[in-house]
């Protein structure tokens, strides 16, 4: 039967392990597992005549999840920022995977509770430490690969670990550790021959403190056309409302020709 702290944190994950032990090997951390052998070796046995056997820690399984997660990180990030250069993929991808970002998953996720440590390691506060966290979180996402798939992983990864990100970022007016998105915009709309966007002002509400901006960024289909509305972000300030419009007017622009045809229609005023 599987433990209660097991259950608990397979509901928070939302996934039944079919192989219980792969999870309970992903929180057990080297300093219990060292302990447990040394508490199973008879002082009365010669060296020689140890047994073999090693008490699994969650090393390998961290291995494992750190290669699944950059995979993952990587191939959505591809997917969903497809006009961004290379250095900028590197740059949110190494945000994403940082120790203190995974943390803070670990965190929500609660994966300190169920942590097995050695003595001198639950002492020091090993519960909290930020690198035991992120490691036993990579850890978990190994014994997931291991025990369910690829795409349950990839769910898992992008629930706990990149949508909340990008979302918090997005939401909070901050612009996202790589380019310029209004100079990305800016380049792609020169390089297509068209009229560079417009970036408007359309709400600014809250307490002189506290204010939030809402701007809209309109593109003009060809030179004399009418403009269409291709993004709409707010921020604290100006400035990062108008990075996070233009960031949505790239996402929109993915699918789109060069010349922006009749796909997106909304007119000015309309």
Known sequence: ??????????????????????????????????????ARVSVSVPNDQQPPDRSADNEQLEFLGDAVLAL???EELFRKFPDFREGDLSKLRAHLVSEKHLTRAAQQLEIGRYLRLGRGEEKSGGRDKAA???????????????????????????????????ERLEREGTSLPLTD????????????????????LAREQGPEHRKTFTVEVWLKRQIGSEEV??????????KNAEQG??????ESLTSMPPELNAALSTKRGS
Do not use: N, W
């Open 181 to 200: 998105f209004k100079s990305t915009l800016q380049e792609k709309l020169q390089a297509a021959g068209l009229p560079q966007p417009s970036y408007v």
């Open 72 to 74: 993952t990180v990587s």
């Open 1 to 38: 039967m599987k433990s209660k702290d097991i259950l608990e944190f397979e509901q928070v994950l939302g996934h039944r392990f079919s192989r219980g032990e792969l999870l309970e090997q992903a929180f057990t951390h080297s300093s219990h597992a060292r302990e447990k052998e040394s």
């Open 132 to 166: 035991l966290l992120a490691d036993a979180l990579e850890a978990v996402l190994g014994a997931l690969y291991l025990d369910a798939g690829l795409e349950e992983c990839r769910k898992v990864i992008l629930r706990f670990v990149i949508s909340p990100e990008l």
């Open 229 to 238: 509305l291709v993004g709409r972000a707010e921020g604290s300030t100006k």
């Open 245 to 250: 419009a233009a960031r949505q007017a790239l």
